[in-house]
């Protein structure tokens, strides 16, 4: 899929809310933060951290910041508990 990065905020606003009970939006979010971070990664790099160059791009792209940081902790704990190791040491 090929996506605009004027669309990836209007789409996250859209699936953002649904992501817990609509598995179609969960996805969607997914594949969203995986732009968000292309974008991150292809942005020059200057004096700022990482952490700043993040922060530039989600506003850019008008998503919220504490949405991405909210669904990418959900995204990391979701497969840490569906991941072999995990379920060994349940």
């Not at 905020?9 to 995986?34: E, V």
């Not at 968000?36 to 700022?48: K, S």
């Not at 506003?59 to 949405?67: R, T």
Request: net charge negative; aromatic share 8%; proline share 3%.
């Amino acid at each position: 899929m090929d996506i605009k990065s004027a669309d990836v905020g209007r789409l996250w606003s859209l699936h953002y809310p649904n992501r817990k009970t609509d598995r179609g939006a969960d996805q969607m979010c997914k594949f969203l933060c995986h732009e968000i971070i292309n974008v991150v990664q292809e942005t020059e790099p200057w004096d700022g951290d990482i952490a700043d160059r993040v922060r530039i791009v989600l506003a850019s792209l008008g998503v919220s910041e504490a949405e991405f940081h909210i669904f990418s902790e959900e995204a990391s704990r979701n497969y840490q508990l569906r991941t072999p190791r995990a379920r060994r040491h349940q």
